[in-house]
């Protein structure tokens, strides 16, 4: 008999209940890219941030390898840590995916992505975060970077 994944408002869930979970294909990224900023307007980069910040509190993240498990398997990307300082950590996302997206006529964003990251790490680190991407078009990979407050 097969698991059914329920959720009700309340309820964490852990990051291998995604392998659940099974889709492929541009569908996601026209909604993620086209419907979702349409339907948005103006607003689309602060809801966006938003609702990833929101996605992240759905799930229990227990370590920055339960972050990069969450990027893989929601199809975002190879999300890497390659700074750390006190108040600030700095990762990467790559991928072929993100190398397409960048590449592709349609105008990419990834302020959803910078929410999940900066809700993740205010539940990791118990302080204040933000987070800010910068694309880097030229060299096809996005970077983040985390600010924590003190």
């Keep these: 008999m097969e698991t059914v994944l329920k959720i009700d408002g309340n309820q964490k869930l852990e990051i ?57 398997k929601m199809g975002l990307g190879v999300l890497d840590l390659v ?12 991928s072929d995916a993100v190398v397409a997206k960048l590449q592709s006529n349609i105008e990419t964003d990834f302020r959803l992505e910078a929410g999940i990251i900066a809700e993740v790490m205010q539940q990791l680190e118990g302080v204040d975060c933000e987070c800010i991407e910068s694309i880097h078009r030229r060299v096809k990979q996005v970077e983040f970077t985390v600010y924590m407050q003190d």
């Design 83 to 94: 700074k750390e300082k006190k108040n600030l950590k700095t990762f990467y996302l790559l």
């Design 16 to 72: 291998k209940e995604l392998e659940q979970l099974n889709s492929s294909g541009a569908g996601y990224d026209i909604l993620r890219y086209i419907g979702l900023p349409e339907l948005f307007g103006e607003e689309k980069e602060t809801l966006l941030y938003f609702l990833g910040r929101n996605l992240a509190r759905r799930f229990e993240f227990n370590s920055l390898e339960d972050l990069r498990l969450f990027f893989e």
